[in-house]
């Protein structure tokens, strides 16, 4: 499996020629979709839900499909119907040819001022586990972790101790557009693989690795 970062939240995977994109939201690539066969959203918040970049890539192919919760699939279905399709904690279906899990309810608490509101998780043939907005510990073992490094609803600590439960081989940074070329190192010195139990890397916007 490819793997590509894009902006912000979003990726893209590839396999036996088919892709998958994960929250093309408003903080990444206009064309950050586009290509995709099919597409994931966690939710609905707009860095990783943005109907212009959705609407773009379901109209490039018109056989591209979106997986997604109620929240984001109410507001896009009705112009592309019977591609949008309403997923939550439990589910289990196949998308472009990955076998895709759905874990986790609720977006991390912001402030008890703030609703929370849905946020699910994807674990990608078992391997790959992108948890949106959250630090959701799916149960099940994962290989490569994309890890919302920094976020109005995460402290550094949250973080590390999110890595250390999850154990996984490998984390990636995502959720990464608001963090500052200037704290990156600081960063990467506070997810080393002695604090966090994990291999760690960051990649720029574009970058691929292979998994």
Known sequence: MKLTKKSH???????DGRTLAIDPGAFSE???????????????????????????ALDANPAAELWTLRSVAEQIAPAFPGRVHTVGEGDAFTAAGFDVQV?????????????????????????????????????????TLLLPVMAPWSKISEVIDYVRELAPRLAIDVHDALLADLAHPVYDRMLT???????????????????
């Open 30 to 56: 206009e064309d950050a979709a586009v290509g995709a066969d099919a597409i994931l959203v966690t939710h609905e918040h707009p860095d990783h839900f943005s109907e212009d970049r959705l609407r773009a």
């Open 193 to 211: 693989p002695a604090r966090v139990g994990a291999e760690h890397t960051r990649l720029v916007p574009g970058e691929a690795v292979t998994l």
């Open 103 to 143: 874990h986790g309810q609720l977006h991390a608490v912001i402030h008890p001022d703030i609703p929370r509101i849905t946020n699910v998780g994807y674990l990608v043939d078992g391997s790959v586990f992108h948890p949106g907005d959250a630090l959701t510990l799916p149960g099940v073992p994962v290989d």
């Open 9 to 15: 939240a979003c990726v893209r995977l590839e396999k």
